[in-house]
């Protein structure tokens, strides 16, 4: 990234910033070393602000940590986060961010700060920027393939590129088949290191429904979401974030894309957003750019073959006619025909294209008496009738009467392809039964040829498409043939037999690819689930198909669109299919989503034991092992921990039975996570260590392994902690300070909740306040509202822990009623243990009690847990405050017992210093017996806050 001079020698070290650009300009400001002026008048700034504006420039659209702003800033001084809060405050003021909608530095909630404003930067002083990295120099495959020589659009891009730059939202509008997006898709590959690789491509035109386009776009993005509206999480993500979004062909969309991408223009001042469109979104914000079309040669006048060629009209006729192998030379004698056809075809691209490449069957001659019998162009600019069927319709429909009866066929059955399609997908859906597939292949060759199919790059293959306005025009064939039915079958089961092909591969060989080949089949499962569903035609398909596809969506986090077609293919089973491995995977793929989407309800339960019944009786272990792993998280979740180690030992069990060795490494995990919760620590941390020596065979597991993603380094942490060693449950955690959040949103929640217990329990108040805010953040992106919940639970109880008891109070019991609501119970115990000890602290000792009495009874319901004896503890406690000595002595003394069953040194210590205070209460002569006892069993983490807590009560000096 390009700077500013560096105005303190060692500054820029400190960094990584090479501040050494002449001049930079953003919106009415320019900077230029450490002068800033606006509108050519200079401002007033001081030093330290002078300083993170300079660092924050230079790294625009990107979140600069504050640790990197202090260091730059303040280099050589120790200063605390509040100066870095008042000097932005002061650079904000000054640059009026916020008036009249401008913005220019944002807040990235425990990351940093980003300048989010366009930058215009002059020329270096220094030397020449460094080539860029290899990964930023071709983009990726995941946009359109680039048209290799684009006619007549030279001027465009320029213009369109600057109008994004300044404007930041663009409609690229026009009629059908005028060129959108091939000039979008040319942006997107000129645009690439503008945006430093930050460039989404998200077409629309496979979309039926106009609902998914916020999922789409989510999913785009990486975003995990788990409710029906993501349009929040996507906002939240893109905020502070510098990207280009390409919204491509919005029209049939046009109401859910206008209202998302009017937010985002609001919220996320650094992204940039194109759509091509017919039509307007008519929101705030949209520029439009009229993509008009090509200029062609004027007609009625003599005109040489060299001046009709500076057309671009005519320019594309003749570069798509000599690809269709017309090899003729344009004469002075065709120059006049030649305007004649481009003022005929009115400058769209596609109609030009459609009638170039007939050219060399007929001649220009013969084109133009065609054109004029058999194309007719209207703009009759009836609403209602859009554009594309005004014009293209003619166009196709004359196009399609000049190929032959076989390529018709072919090109009509292909129109059923919601998305890209193979070779061997075409071959599926368009030979005839029984015929040999030359015949498709020929056709389609042909169709690729006359532009009728596009053809584009994937990988050492190629996937072939029909333009939106080709498929329309297509598919209205195929119905008037009434064979629209029978092809939507055979889709139907084209799309259910690869995608259980995909299942059957998983496993084995280069599962990333794989996953990236099934995904592409996502607009097409869509379609054809729908059909599916429409009709009785297709209802032998729909067990079947939606099993198939029950995978793929779990796979792509669209647990939604899994939990509504499991639970409406569960529902039309017969006994044919009842019991079989569809309803075994229909009814695993139901339990997993209404556990993340819903909430943690019978339903869910009673689905994953029913998946668990069918894979047993059929013998299938690697699904036996998944149900158990997720009936294992139903139960954790629900707080039912008498269930975790027998569902923990039968998965171990079936693993061994495979051989597999992610398998068996998951297993130990899967024990380590059970006997931890169940409150058998020595158990836990045997299993635990040993699944962290295998953890490498879990490492790059893909999701459809059947022990995808089982960790067992952070729940170590917790049992190291209870069994006494508080230094080395830091060691675990402490690699999560500061991590990116890896591709499973869920297991990252998971992480940073897990972790900030441990940071409680040690004493680290400020490490708590920091994992609570990521947590925060990430689970209101990706939508995750039980983690929000946790969130909130972790806020209060850091709140409570530092004396701001009555706040702390009303924060918990919001968290505690969703927490209840949902059946989220794993991290309720805690909380309700906390909400106690703040009752207490403002004297509400009674209504204390009555919470840490019904959350033991709640807890011993669900067969006890690891947390038992520190509940049973607090019970005491608030027993001693009340005046029942008798009773917290035996409160403790339980605590005490359980502690040491359970192998929970920790706990143990709590409650021995609990017991002595009490002692000391009751007058007893040797009150510190128990607690020198158990002081002594510690080998490490004197300086954590218990036993930092207990050597002071001791007496001893410090370590």
């Not at 730059?72 to 640059?95: D, F, N, P, Q, T």
């Not at 389609?444 to 072939?464: C, F, I, M, T």
Request: hydrophobic share 45%; charged share 25%; net charge negative.
């Amino acid at each position: 990234m390009t700077g500013l001079s560096a105005g303190h020698g060692s500054r820029s070290n400190a960094t990584g910033a090479n501040l050494d650009l002449e001049a930079v300009s953003f919106g009415p400001f320019s900077l230029r070393s450490r002068l800033l002026e606006k509108d050519g008048a200079p401002v007033k700034l001081g030093s330290r602000a002078m300083d993170i504006l300079r660092l924050l420039v230079s790294r625009a659209g990107e979140v600069v940590p504050k640790n990197e702003i202090l260091s730059y800033a303040w280099s050589g001084l120790a200063v605390e986060e509040i100066s870095l809060r008042v000097h932005v405050a002061e650079l904000r003021k000054v640059l009026g961010d916020g008036k009249d909608g401008a913005r220019y530095i944002t807040n990235i909630p425990s990351r940093g700060y980003c300048f989010v404003a366009p930058v215009q930067r002059g020329t270096r002083a220094a030397a020449p920027a460094p080539a860029p990295s290899p990964e930023r120099t071709a983009p990726p495959p995941s946009l359109p393939h680039r048209l290799d020589r684009m006619i007549g659009r030279d001027d465009v891009l320029p213009e369109l590129s600057a109008r994004l730059l300044s404007d930041r939202f663009v409609t690229l509008r026009g009629p059908g088949g005028i060129g959108k997006t091939t000039v979008a898709t040319a942006l997107a590959h000129d645009m690439w290191q503008a945006f430093e690789g930050n460039v989404h491509f998200l077409e629309f035109g496979p979309l039926k429904d106009a609902a998914l386009v916020a999922s789409t776009v989510a999913a785009a993005l990486g975003l995990v979401v788990h409710h029906d509206d993501p349009s929040g999480s996507i906002v939240n993500v893109l905020r502070g974030r510098r990207l280009l979004l390409i919204l491509d062909s919005c029209e049939h969309v046009i109401d859910e894309v206008a209202r998302l991408a009017e937010s985002i223009y609001r919220e996320a001042p650094g992204v940039a957003i194109l759509a091509t469109s017919r039509e307007s979104l008519l929101v705030e914000g949209e520029q439009i750019f009229e993509l008009v079309p090509l200029p062609g040669p004027p007609q009625g006048v003599r005109i040489s073959a060299g001046e009709v060629m500076d057309y671009p009209a005519a320019q594309l006729f003749v570069d798509r006619a000599a690809a269709a192998g017309h090899r003729g030379d344009i004469t002075d004698e065709d120059a006049e025909i030649l305007a004649e056809i481009c003022g005929k075809l009115d400058g769209i691209a596609l109609a030009i294209e459609l009638a170039a490449v007939r050219v060399g069957v007929y001649g220009l001659r013969e084109m133009a008496g065609l054109l004029d019998s058999r194309l007719k162009l209207e703009w009759r600019g009836r609403r209602t009738a859009p554009p594309r069927q005004q014009t293209l319709g003619a166009t196709l429909d004359w196009s399609f009467g000049l190929i032959g009866e076989s390529e018709r066929v072919v090109f009509q059955r292909l129109a059923i392809f919601a998305g890209p399609f193979t070779l061997n997908g075409a071959i599926a859906i368009a030979a005839d039964e029984g015929a040999t597939a030359d015949r498709v292949v020929e056709a389609l060759e042909q169709l690729v040829a006359k532009s009728l199919v596009s053809a584009q790059p994937d990988g050492a293959s190629r996937r072939y498409r029909l333009l939106d306005a080709t498929r329309s025009y297509a598919m209205q064939k195929l119905t008037d043939t009434g064979e629209a039915d029978a092809i939507a079958r055979r889709h139907a089961a084209y799309v259910q037999r690869t995608l259980e092909a995909g299942m059957m591969e998983q496993g084995a060989g280069d599962q990333a690819s794989r996953l990236q080949e099934r995904a592409s089949l996502l607009a097409d499962a869509r379609a054809a689930l729908e059909w599916c569903h429409a009709g009785n035609d297709g209802a032998v398909l729909r067990v079947a198909l939606a099993g198939s596809c029950a995978r793929l969506f779990v796979e792509l986090n669209l647990l939604n669109e899994a939990r509504i077609w499991s639970a409406r293919a569960l529902a039309t089973l017969d006994d044919a299919s009842r019991g079989g491995r569809w309803e075994l995977e229909l009814q695993s793929t139901l339990g997993h989503a209404f556990m993340f989407t819903e909430r943690n309800s019978e339903q869910a339960e009673a689905a994953l034991r029913r998946g668990l019944e069918i894979a047993e009786a059929l013998g299938d272990h690697a699904n036996t092992f998944r149900l158990l792993s997720r009936l294992n998280m139903f139960y954790r979740r629900t707080g039912d921990y008498r269930h975790l180690v027998p569902t923990a030992v039968h998965a171990e069990r079936i693993a061994r039975t495979i051989g597999d060795t992610a398998g068996i490494a998951g297993s130990k995990a899967l024990l380590g996570v059970s006997y931890h919760l169940a409150g058998d620590q020595v158990a836990a941390q045997a299993h635990l260590d040993e699944g962290v020596r295998d953890a490498a065979a879990l490492r790059g597991t893909q999701p459809g392994h059947f022990a995808y993603s089982r960790t067992p380094q952070i729940p170590l942490a917790r049992v190291l902690w209870l069994r006494g060693f508080p230094d080395r449950a830091l060691d675990c955690v402490r690699p999560l300070v500061g991590a990116a959040a890896p591709r499973d949103v869920v297991m990252h929640c998971i992480a940073l909740c897990w972790s900030a217990s441990v940071f409680g329990w040690v004493g680290d108040w400020a490490a708590v306040e920091a994992m609570t805010e990521r947590l925060a953040t990430h689970a209101n992106m990706h939508g995750l509202a039980p983690y929000e919940a946790v969130a909130t639970g972790f806020r209060a109880q850091t709140m409570i822990a530092r004396g701001e008891a009555a706040g702390g109070i009303d924060l918990l019991r919001t968290a505690l009623a969703r927490l209840h609501a949902d059946r989220y119970e794993l991290y309720a115990s805690a909380f309700s243990a906390d909400l106690a000890h703040g009752l207490a602290a403002l004297g509400r000792v009674k209504e204390g009690a009555q919470v840490i009495g019904e959350t033991i009874i709640r807890v011993e319901q669900g067969g006890g847990g690891f947390d038992v004896p520190e509940l049973l503890r607090r019970r005491g406690e608030l027993e001693a405050r009340a005046g029942e000595l008798d009773a917290a002595e035996a409160s403790f003394a339980a605590s005490l017992a359980l502690a040491e069953q359970q192998g929970a040194l920790s706990w143990r210590l709590r409650t021995a210093m609990s017991l002595a205070r009490l002692k000391q209460q009751r007058g007893d002569k040797k009150p510190l017996g128990e607690l020198a006892a158990t002081y002594e069993l510690f080998t490490e983490g004197f300086e954590t806050a218990d036993l930092t807590a207990a050597r002071v009560m001791l007496g001893k000096p410090p370590t």
